[in-house]
T-cell receptor, first 108, second 113 residues
């Protein structure tokens, strides 16, 4: 089983709509979780950390479900500038393990 | 944002060439990393350096040779690469090695002819 699994998509989202996607991880001992954003042909950039209690940053909400071993990202009121690939990152054996990413395409 | 700078941005080389990728971080971090990102694949960790000491080598072929002369600079020396080595090579840094968020450079897009 892969360490971090994500549905690559693409997720085609009408502008202004809400989109959500999950990421599953295999190591129950994982301690830290992050979402990174990667624009086409650019480097990944930290979007937000994911805390046990969940956290929100503007239109972005991240949740952690330890029992089912997944994290989620929800984007409300999607903007065209939200089009990117969202990488799920999980700690694994004292290093970061990256998923392939969820590609989001916001459509005017 | 110029926290982590990589040069060159693009590199085309033949299989018999020798070249080097350079990474410099201006964040005062103690850990630096090399990753490989191929199309449709997740980022693959190649090397980890902590305070100029290599702490992890993820079974990377010897045609890739890292060098960390100080905590701000990291090189990846390339020689006799294969076509399957064509990818985006990303440098990253973090305050300490391990599970902290990492800051990435722009990457070097490498094409092997």
């Amino acid at each position: 089983r892969k360490e971090v699994e994500q549905d690559p998509g693409p997720f085609n989202v009408p502008e202004g709509a809400t989109v959500a996607f999950n990421c599953t991880y295999s190591n129950s001992a994982s301690q830290s979780f992050f979402w990174y954003r990667q624009d086409c042909r650019k480097e990944p950039k930290l979007l937000m950390s994911v805390y046990s209690s969940g956290n929100e940053d503007g239109r972005f909400t991240a949740q952690l479900n330890r029992a089912s071993q997944y994290i989620s990202l929800l984007i409300r009121d999607s903007k065209l500038s939200d089009s990117a690939t969202y990488l799920c990152v999980v700690t694994e054996n004292n290093r970061l393990a990256f998923g392939k990413g969820n590609q989001v395409v916001v459509i005017p | 944002e110029t926290g982590v700078t990589q040069t060159p941005r693009h590199l085309v080389m033949g299989m018999t060439n020798k070249k080097s990728l350079k990474c410099e971080q201006h964040l005062g971090h103690n850990a630096m990393y090399w990753y490989k990102q191929s199309a449709k694949k997740p980022l693959e960790l190649m090397f980890v350096y902590s305070l100029e000491e290599r702490v992890e080598n993820n079974s990377v072929p010897s045609r890739f040779s890292p060098e960390c002369p100080n905590s701000s600079h990291l090189f990846l020396h390339l020689h006799t690469l294969q076509p399957e080595d064509s990818a985006l090579y990303l440098c990253a840094s973090s305050q300490e090695p391990g599970i902290q968020p990492q800051h990435f450079g722009d990457g070097t897009r490498l094409s092997i002819l």
